[in-house]
């Protein structure tokens, strides 16, 4: 009698044993890395995107909610909804300058929407759609600096994200005017912000539509303009069916006025 009580125990707990089994592998997905193709995107039920969380109006995490919002996670939803149903099926992973590429390469998310500047050489590592947005890069200074242009800016030391296009836009332009401008480069946006405000840099540079979400009451934007920059939505080069499908989206979207509305949604016209 004792054995079979015991054996009994046994085929319970095995039983047991089988269906927590069954219900984890059922019930989660393995979504560690991804290949970036559609197929997998599909198979997964998670559009996995690298996007900023530190630009005001593109991507900024919400310090009450501990969510992250902009333009930019307004496609991320459009794209989430158009390619899986649901606009809620979609994983963000903060990035910066420096690591949004990486994160790619290395499949760890599908596609990158984090201001993400289209260039010949970028082109050569990775797709990007049709622009979504179109900028230029701009300084950010002091108001008692004095500065009225980068002209002004002899000496002077500029704070640029790592691994950004900005630094070379207006090494171009000074090299130009004949002028001899110094960089500082840090891993984020609020730090280039806090060196300008301790004095450790000059001029906060990057896009001018992110230097607006910057300003405030003892900073500027100087009215130089350099090299137009233009945004793509950006997926691997072997990616063709979803970034052909990404680039479906978003020709869409710019034809019947959706991403101008959301331009103006977040204020982005700078």
């Given at each position: ?107 760890e998310v599908d596609l990158v929407i ?65 002028i001899t401008v110094s960089f500082s ?86």
């Amino acid at each position: 009698m004792i054995m079979k009580k015991v054996l009994s125990a046994l085929l319970i707990l095995c039983l047991v044993f089988t269906l927590a089994a069954c219900s984890s592998s059922t019930g989660s997905k393995d979504t560690a890395t991804t290949d970036g193709s559609l197929d997998s995107v599909v198979k997964a039920g998670v559009l996995r995107v690298g996007v900023k969380e530190d630009v005001p109006n593109f991507g900024l995490r919400n310090t009450a909610t501990g969510e992250i919002e902009g333009f930019e996670i307004d496609i991320v939803k459009l794209l989430a909804k158009e390619i899986l149903g649901d606009e809620n099926a979609y994983e963000l992973t903060p990035v910066t300058a420096k690591t949004r590429g990486p994160l790619l390469d290395n499949g760890e998310v599908d596609l990158v929407i984090a201001t993400f500047t289209i260039t010949d050489e970028r082109k050569l590592t990775y797709n990007f759609s049709t622009p979504y947005y179109e900028d230029a890069v701009g300084l950010l200074v002091k108001k008692d600096a004095g500065f009225k242009g980068l002209a002004d800016m002899n000496g002077k030391v500029i704070g640029v994200a790592q691994s950004a296009t900005s630094k070379d836009a207006v090494q171009k332009v000074a090299d130009e005017k004949g002028i001899t401008v110094s960089f500082s480069e840090y891993a984020t946006y609020p730090e280039i912000k806090a060196a300008l405000d301790s004095g450790r840099v000059d001029a906060f540079c990057v896009d001018g539509s992110i230097l607006g979400g910057y300003v405030d009451d003892s900073t500027m934007i100087l009215p130089d303009r350099f090299s137009p920059q233009q945004y793509g939505v950006t997926s691997k080069l072997d990616s063709l069916a979803l970034t052909e499908a990404v680039d479906g989206y978003i020709n869409g979207w710019l034809e019947d006025g959706t991403i101008e509305g959301l331009i103006t949604k977040w204020g982005l016209k700078y």
